[in-house]
Antibody
Framework: QVQLVESGGDVVQPGGSLRLSCAAS????????FHWVRQAPGKGLEWVAF????????WYSDSVRGRFTISRDTSQNTVYLQMNSLGAEDTAVYFC?????????????WGQGVLVTVSS | QTVVTQEPSFSVSPGGAVTLTCGLT?????????PSWYQQTPGQTPRTLIY???TRSSGVPDRFSGSILGNKAALTITGAQAEDESDYYC??????????FGGGTKLTV
């Protein structure tokens, strides 16, 4: 069955960096695109980044572009989110989500999420 | 910047019907935005309910349905149950590689 397991959440100081991981299993990893979606405490969901199944094309929300980088390691079936220049506004639970195949544009499967806290 | 709108809150009586909507501050929502809907209870992972405007995700009860109503996407729950009390989020695919969530609707049953 499809599994997405996030890790790497931590408490980090403002201005610091952190890398999140999303380990995928149960499907052909290289055939799918992946998202990162976040949710600040008590707030709604926010789309953050998308990596297309080619592993090359990437898109970001305005709030993280230039600071965050999405990538993947096909040998580890893992998607990453490298987060730099973190601020308090980046405090959130970060979810990894898988995009389905074909001309359809939604979040098919979700991981359980990982908490990132930016605080001094 | 694209802003997706949802009602902040809604209330429905058990057994009743409710329609939640998903709009744009500028323009109309159509099937070309591939609207999708997600249910989330506090502290839990979002659950995919509806995608491609109308299609129910696997295992989703048929009391949930998606549509386009006027210039908005809509999620209708008919025969609401206590377990449907959750937050509901819509998402629109607004440009190549870009998705935008609505602010969510807190549904009370």
């Amino acid at each position: 069955q499809v599994q997405l397991v996030e890790s790497g959440g931590d408490v980090v100081q403002p201005g610091g960096s952190l890398r999140l991981s999303c380990a995928a299993s149960g499907f052909a990893f290289t055939s799918y695109g992946f998202h990162w979606v976040r949710q600040a405490p008590g707030k709604g969901l926010e789309w953050v980044a998308f990596l297309r199944q080619d592993g090359i094309n990437k898109w970001y929300s305005d709030s993280v572009r230039g600071r965050f980088t999405i990538s993947r390691d096909t040998s580890q079936n893992t998607v990453y989110l490298q987060m730099n220049s973190l601020g308090a506004e980046d405090t959130a639970v970060y979810f990894c989500a898988k995009r389905p195949l074909g001309s359809t544009y939604y979040f098919e499967y979700w991981g359980q999420g990982v908490l990132v806290t930016v605080s001094s | 910047q694209t802003v997706v709108t949802q009602e902040p809150s809604f209330s429905v009586s058990p057994g009743g019907a409710v329609t939640l909507t998903c709009g744009l501050t500028s323009g109309s929502v159509s099937t070309s935005f591939y609207p999708s809907w997600y249910q989330q209870t506090p502290g839990q992972t979002p659950r995919t309910l509806i995608y491609n405007t109308y299609t129910r995700s696997s295992g989703v009860p048929d009391r949930f349905s998606g549509s386009i109503l006027g210039n908005k996407a809509a999620l209708t729950i008919t025969g609401a149950q206590a377990e449907d009390e959750s937050d509901y989020y819509c998402v629109l695919y607004v440009d190549t590689g870009v998705w935008v969530f609505g602010g969510g609707t807190k549904l009370t049953v």
